[in-house]
C-alpha cells in the first residue's frame, strides 16, 4: 500500500486509511508538537487536533508542491502555535545575557535525541518556538515573525539568545557528567 | 565549534526522531474528538428545527391574530355602508334609467363603488332601510358637532342632515335635471318609496336650481301628500312628469351625496380620531379595543417565558438482574444535583378560565459524577547521592546513583453530568384571573414530548472503568419520550399587558433517557419552582 492509497482513503473518509495515516505517522508527528508544547498531555491534545484537521484537509493536499509528512509537520506546527499565547513571544521576559560559549566537540558525544528534546524544551516558550522554526523547520525570519506575531528583528535575537541558552547548558551538564565521573 | 555545528547537530537528532506512543490509542481519541465535533452540528440542526418551527407557529399565530384584526376595523368600516342602503339603492336605480348619470358613477367610485354596485335588490333591504338613515343621520350629527348648525325645526338631527346635503345636492340636482328622460324615469320611481325613511321634499325651479333651491328633511308621517303619491305609484302622467322625475331623482342623488358625505366625513373624523391616539400613543389600546370586540371576548392570547430551578432526583433501575452490583457503584458514584428549564410558551385562554398552553422547553438535568482512586508506584529518581564514602584523609566523596521511592498516588477525580431535553408541552390549566383583580391563582397539567439529544460526563462502564459519555454514543443516543407535567401557583397582572407568575411544578419523566444498549433505565422527576412573565396580545 502506497502514501497514494492511504491519501486517497481518507479523502473518501475511510477510517481504515485514516488509521494508517495515524500509525505511520504519529510518532514523527508527536515529536514535532512535543517541540511546540513541551507539556506532554498538550502535546498529545495537539496531534489530536492536527490529525483532524489533517483529515478535514487532505484533499487540498498537493503531492507536487512537497512530500506528504512536510505538509502534515506544517499542520502540526500551526496547530501547536494556536494553542499558544502570542503574549508569550511579544513579553518574553528578561533573559540574563550568558557569554557565548565555544563548547568542545565532546560534548555532544553522548547526547542522544531525547537528551536535545529535552534540553530544547527548557528553553522559554519564545526562544523555544523561534529555535524550532528556524533551525529545525528551516523557516526564514521573516517567515517566523508572521507566524509568532512578532518582528523579524525579535525572531533573530531570540534565535541568538536561545543559541547562548543551550549552549551555557550543554556546557553545564558537561560540567556535571564531569563531576560524576570523578566521585 | 561554531553556531552551524550546534544547529546541524540539533536538527539532525530531532528531525526525524520518532516518539514512541500508542498509535491505537491516539486513534481512539481521535475518534472521540471527531464524534465530539460532529454532535454539535446535530444538534444545531435539531435546535435550529425546533426554533423554526416555534417561529412559524408564533407568525401564524400572529398573522390571524392581526387578520382578525383587520377584519374588525372591515367590518367597522363597512358599518355605515350596510345601514345606508337605501341611498345605495336608488342610486342604482337612477343609474339604471338615467345613461347619463355619470357625475354619478364617477361619484360612487371615489370610495365605495363596490358597496353601491352591491345592491341591486332593494326590497330585501327594506327592514334596514327604514330605519338606517335616521340612525345614521343621527351618528353622524352626534359625532359632527363642528358641521351642525341651529335650525327652526323640530327635529334637528334631521335638519343637520339636511344641510349637509344641502349644498352638496344642489349642485348635481341641478346638472341633472337637464338631462333627466322623463318617460324612463316614469317606470322606476315606484320603488322608491321602498327606501328612504327620511322623505326629502326638493322643490326646484327646474332650470335655475342653486340660488332658488330649497331643500327640508322631514318625517315620513309629515310629509305632504305630493310626495306620498311616488311610492304608492299611483302618479299620473302630467304635465308636470318631467318635474316629478326630476324631483325624484334629486332625492336620490341627494340621499346618495349625503351618505357619500356623510361615510367621506366620518370616515375623516376616525382618521383623525386615530390620529389623535397616536399622538397621544394611545393607538395600541385603541386597537386592543377592536380586537377585543371582535373575538367577542370569548379569548386571549398571551406568549409566556418561563425559568424552573429544581432537583431531579432519579431512578435507575436494571434491566437485567445481573446488572446490580453495577446499578448498585452507578448510585454510589453518581449524585443528583439540580435541574433548570427554560420555557417559551404560547397561551390561548377562554372567558372561563381554561386554557390551553403550548411551545418549547429546554431542560438540563447536572449530576455529579465522583471517583477516588489511589495507587502506589516506585518512583526512580536517577543521579541521586546514594551513598558518602569519607576516606581516611576526611575527604568525603559522594556515590551517585538511581533511588527507588514508593510513592502513593490519589486522585479524585470529579466530573459534572449534564443531560440535556428540548421538549414540547401541551397544557390544559384553568386561571381564575377576573377583571376586577390583579391577583389570580392557576392550575395546569399536561404532557410533553422530550427529545434528549445530548448528555455529557463520565459514567463508570460495567468494567468499572470510568468513560465519557461524549466518547461512548450508544449509550445515550438521542432519543424521545413523553413525560407528565403540572404545576400551581399565583399569578399577579402588572398591567394591561404583562403579568407575572410563580408555581412549584413537577415533571416527571415516563421514559427513560438512556438508549437501549444500556444496561440501565435512567428516569427522573423534575421538581422546582418556576418564575415567569406573560405578555398578553389581548386584554
Excluded at chain 1, 523561534?130 to 525570519?141: I, K, M
Amino acid at each position: 500500500m502506497t502514501v497514494q492509497d492511504i491519501i486517497k482513503g481518507c479523502i473518501k473518509n475511510d477510517a481504515k486509511y485514516q488509521r494508517l495515516l495515524v500509525v505511520n505517522y504519529s510518532p514523527m508527528l508527536l515529536t514535532v508538537s512535543r517541540r511546540y508544547t513541551p507539556i506532554s498531555a498538550d502535546a498529545e491534545d495537539v496531534l489530536q487536533d492536527a490529525f483532524i484537521k489533517i483529515f478535514g484537509a487532505i484533499r487540498q493536499y498537493d503531492s507536487n508542491k512537497g512530500k506528504l509528512e512536510t505538509w502534515m509537520r506544517t499542520i502540526v506546527i500551526n496547530t501547536a502555535l494556536k494553542r499558544l499565547n502570542k503574549k508569550c513571544f511579544t513579553h518574553e521576559r528578561a533573559v540574563e545575557q550568558f557569554e557565548d560559549i565555544q563548547l568542545h566537540p565532546t560534548v555532544y558525544d553522548h547526547l542522544q535525541a531525547e537528551d536535545v528534546m529535552t534540553l530544547i524544551n527548557t528553553l522559554p516558550d519564545g526562544y523555544r518556538q523561534v529555535f524550532n522554526l528556524a533551525v529545525v523547520e528551516g523557516y526564514p525570519h521573516k517567515e517566523i515573525g508572521e507566524l509568532l506575531g512578532i518582528e523579524e528583528s525579535t525572531s533573530r535575537s531570540n534565535l541568538s539568545k536561545a543559541k547562548k541558552l543551550l549552549r551555557v547548558k550543554l556546557s553545564n551538564q558537561k560540567k556535571q557528567e564531569s563531576w560524576a565521573r570523578i566521585g | 565549534m561554531g553556531p552551524d555545528r550546534l544547529d546541524k547537530f540539533i536538527k539532525n537528532q530531532v528531525e526525524q526522531h520518532k516518539t514512541p506512543t500508542d498509535p491505537d490509542l491516539l486513534w481512539q481519541k481521535i475518534q472521540a474528538k471527531q464524534n465530539v465535533e460532529e454532535k454539535p452540528k446535530r444538534r444545531f440542526i435539531i435546535f435550529w428545527l425546533l426554533a423554526g418551527a416555534l417561529l412559524l407557529t408564533s407568525l401564524g399565530l400572529l398573522y390571524t391574530y392581526y387578520t382578525l384584526n383587520n377584519d374588525d376595523n372591515t367590518l367597522t368600516s363597512n358599518e355605515n355602508p350596510i345601514e345606508n342602503t337605501s341611498a345605495n339603492t336608488i342610486s342604482n336605480t337612477n343609474t339604471n334609467t338615467n345613461t347619463n348619470s355619470n357625475s354619478n358613477s364617477s361619484l360612487s367610485s371615489s370610495s365605495n363603488s363596490t358597496h353601491l354596485s352591491d345592491e341591486t335588490t332593494p326590497s330585501s333591504k327594506v327592514p334596514t332601510e327604514e330605519k338606517t338613515p335616521n340612525e345614521f343621520a343621527n351618528k353622524n350629527a352626534l359625532t359632527k358637532s363642528d358641521y351642525s348648525k341651529p335650525k327652526t325645526t323640530n327635529n334637528s338631527e334631521t335638519e343637520q342632515t339636511a344641510n349637509n346635503v344641502t349644498n352638496n345636492s344642489e349642485r348635481l340636482a341641478t346638472a341633472k335635471t337637464k338631462t333627466t328622460d322623463a318617460s324612463t324615469n316614469d317606470t322606476k320611481t315606484p320603488k322608491l318609496p321602498t327606501t328612504p325613511s327620511v322623505n326629502t321634499d326638493v322643490h326646484l325651479n327646474s332650470n335655475k336650481p342653486s340660488s332658488n333651491t330649497s331643500t327640508t328633511i322631514v318625517e315620513q308621517k309629515n310629509a305632504n301628500t305630493k310626495n306620498n303619491e311616488l311610492p304608492t305609484g299611483k302618479q299620473e302622467k302630467n304635465s308636470n312628469t318631467s318635474e316629478v322625475n326630476t324631483i325624484a331623482f334629486a332625492k336620490s342623488e341627494l340621499l346618495l351625496i349625503s351618505n357619500l358625505d356623510f361615510l367621506l366625513k366620518d370616515q375623516d373624523i376616525s382618521n383623525e380620531f386615530i390620529e389623535n391616539q397616536k399622538e397621544k400613543k394611545n393607538f395600541p389600546n385603541y386597537r386592543y379595543k377592536e380586537s377585543y370586540k371582535l373575538i367577542d371576548n370569548n379569548w386571549t392570547f398571551s406568549n409566556g417565558l418561563a425559568f424552573t430551578y429544581g432537583t431531579a432526583p432519579r431512578t435507575l433501575s436494571a434491566r437485567e438482574s445481573t446488572n446490580n452490583d453495577y446499578l448498585q457503584s452507578r448510585n454510589d458514584l453518581e449524585t443528583s444535583l439540580d435541574a433548570v428549564r427554560l420555557n417559551l410558551d404560547f397561551m390561548a385562554q377562554h372567558r372561563s378560565g381554561f386554557y390551553l398552553k403550548s411551545g418549547a422547553e429546554y431542560e438540563q438535568i447536572n449530576e455529579r459524577y465522583e471517583l477516588y482512586t489511589s495507587w502506589d508506584s516506585i518512583i526512580i529518581d536517577p543521579n541521586q547521592i546514594v551513598a558518602i564514602v569519607i576516606t581516611q584523609d576526611g575527604d568525603s566523596t559522594s556515590s551517585f546513583g538511581n533511588q527507588n521511592n514508593l510513592i502513593n498516588f490519589w486522585n479524585n477525580k470529579r466530573r459534572y453530568n449534564r443531560y440535556h431535553s428540548i421538549d414540547i408541552p401541551i397544557l390544559v390549566g384553568y386561571n381564575s384571573a377576573k377583571a376586577d383583580k390583579k391577583l389570580s391563582w392557576f392550575i395546569e397539567a399536561g404532557v410533553s414530548m422530550n427529545l434528549w439529544f445530548k448528555a455529557r460526563g463520565e459514567i463508570n462502564n460495567t468494567e468499572g472503568e470510568a468513560i465519557r459519555l461524549e466518547d461512548n454514543p450508544d449509550l445515550f443516543k438521542p432519543r424521545t419520550g413523553f413525560s407528565l407535567l403540572a404545576a400551581t401557583g399565583l399569578s399577579y397582572r402588572l398591567n394591561d399587558t404583562f403579568s407575572i407568575w410563580a408555581s412549584p411544578s413537577i415533571k416527571y419523566h415516563l421514559s427513560s433517557i438512556t438508549s437501549k444498549e444500556n444496561t440501565l433505565d435512567q428516569k427522573y422527576l423534575n421538581v422546582g419552582l418556576q418564575v415567569g412573565v406573560r405578555y398578553h396580545w389581548t386584554k
